[in-house]
């Protein structure tokens, strides 16, 4: 149900580099002061582990990884990277991500512009890794003017998120605003309370 944008295009091009090269020009035609990388470009929609396993995305890996994965439907094939290469896909993906946050806020601060990124889904950096292939040294790196912070108390508790979760959300949540805090020191965070 996501475009997944660490694929090549029909011409062979990375989608990232194709977005990448009409970020300035979007950003000077409309005279924006600056660009924000939101859901599904700050972090993929889907979990890591429900992701593309398409031919691009598993030749991408196994040619990074090293391996082999055996060609049978994506369905096998899915499950077998889950079971043999869990942390590889993982660390393959946050590769990925991380090289694409870096080329976008290169794109956006070479056109003179902010560059602001929205949180990865209310994950704390260990989650947003695992779960999502987030690295928020990343953003570091890529000299992120301000980080939206998702926190939606609020929604969790409107539309019952934390029924049976067995942790209290809020408590999730205060947690990972500590967690964000203490490995992005001195980005500029922008909450957003969802409600």
């Known amino acids: 149900d996501c475009i997944c944008l660490w694929k090549h295009l029909s011409d062979g091009t990375f989608y990232e580099d194709?977005?990448?090269s009409k970020i300035p020009g979007f950003l000077q035609d409309y005279g924006f002061k600056g660009?924000?990388?939101g859901d599904g470009y700050t972090y993929p929609r889907a979990p890591l582990v429900h992701g593309d396993f398409s031919e691009d995305m598993i030749g991408q890996f196994s040619e990074w990884a090293n391996v082999s994965v055996p060609e049978k439907p994506v369905p096998e094939r899915a499950e077998y990277i889950r079971s043999h290469f869990r942390r590889k896909w993982m660390e393959f993906?946050?590769?990925r991500q991380s090289q694409f946050?870096?080329?976008?806020g290169k794109a956006?601060?070479?056109a003179g512009k902010e560059f602001v990124a929205l949180s990865a889904a209310v994950r704390d950096p260990f989650e947003a890794m695992w779960r999502l292939a987030v690295?928020?040294?990343a953003f570091m790196e890529a000299k992120v003017d301000a980080m939206i912070i998702e926190s939606s108390i609020g929604t969790i508790e409107l539309e019952k998120w934390?029924?049976?979760a067995g942790?209290?959300?809020f408590d999730r949540n205060r947690a990972m605003l500590l967690r964000m805090r203490a490995f992005m020191p001195g980005v500029k965070f922008i909450q957003l309370h969802c409600v």
């Open 18 to 20: 194709f977005f990448c």
């Open 135 to 137: 690295d928020y040294r």
């Open 93 to 95: 993906h946050v590769m």
């Open 101 to 104: 946050i870096r080329k976008v």
């Open 108 to 110: 956006i601060h070479c």
């Open 162 to 164: 934390d029924a049976g």
């Open 35 to 37: 660009f924000m990388l």
């Open 167 to 169: 942790i209290s959300m």
